[in-house]
């Protein structure tokens, strides 16, 4: 079946410019995750959604950051006023509500320029 | 408490070799530890994870070892092979409070032919 799809793979704008990220999890996966991806790094936690419950926000590093999701799906990370330090690859993951294993998407690779 | 420290940064074996990566944890509540292995240009996927009411899991060529007491797990890859090139990253969930993966900082392995 299908995995969890991202878009656009790739992504370039310019310094100041606001970008949406979008995250299409595995079908019936209440748990979805976003996670960022700085070159050479490991994986830093922006936010948690558990179907109908209020997201854990507790990882967006400003409040340039913000994300969404609609009807239990789909998911869409806003970046407002891009920085050049918010190039990075953004991951996208989901999971079953009582599972443990996490699927990832290939990722947005975001550069700032 | 939520940190997760991995090493080492990168490393080299030789095909046929064991490869050998460590990680530490400090908050008590995770009681799951997943590895994730990534290839470039893709999301991590769930390689092997472990419950910390085992001290060790086999999967083929891939184990784990769980250390409840020293707080620390280990992914040994037997007879390594170059397809096994790739960044490795060990993870730790709890039940209560962050329900996100926390993610260690990647080991780079090159397996050379």
């Known amino acids: 079946g299908a995995g969890v799809s991202q878009s656009p793979s790739n992504k370039v704008t310019e310094k100041g410019k606001d970008v949406e990220l979008r995250c299409d999890p595995i079908?019936?996966?209440?748990?979805l995750y976003w996670y960022r991806q700085s070159l050479g790094q490991g994986l830093e936690f922006l936010i948690y959604f558990q179907g109908n419950s209020a997201p854990d926000k507790s990882g967006l590093p400003s409040d340039r950051f913000s994300a969404e999701r609609t009807g239990g799906s789909v998911s869409t990370l806003t970046i407002q006023r891009t920085q050049q330090e918010d190039s990075a690859v953004y991951l996208c993951a989901s999971k079953e509500y009582l599972g443990d294993e996490a699927f990832f998407g290939q990722g947005t690779r975001l550069t700032v320029v | 408490q939520q940190q997760v420290k991995q090493s080492p940064q990168s490393l080299i074996v030789q095909k046929g070799g064991i490869s050998i990566i460590n990680c530490a944890y400090e908050n008590t509540a995770f009681d799951y530890f997943p590895w994730y292995q990534q290839f470039p240009g893709k999301g991590p996927a769930l390689l092997i994870a472990i419950r910390p009411d085992v001290s060790e899991k086999k999967e083929g060529r891939f184990t784990i070892s769980f250390n409840k007491s020293a707080k620390q797990f280990s992914l040994h890859i037997m007879d390594s092979q170059p397809g096994d090139s790739a960044t490795y990253f060990c993870a730790a969930k709890g039940r209560t409070g962050r329900r996100a993966l926390t993610f260690g900082s990647g080991t780079r392995l090159q397996v050379q032919p």
């Open positions: 079908s019936g996966h209440t748990a």
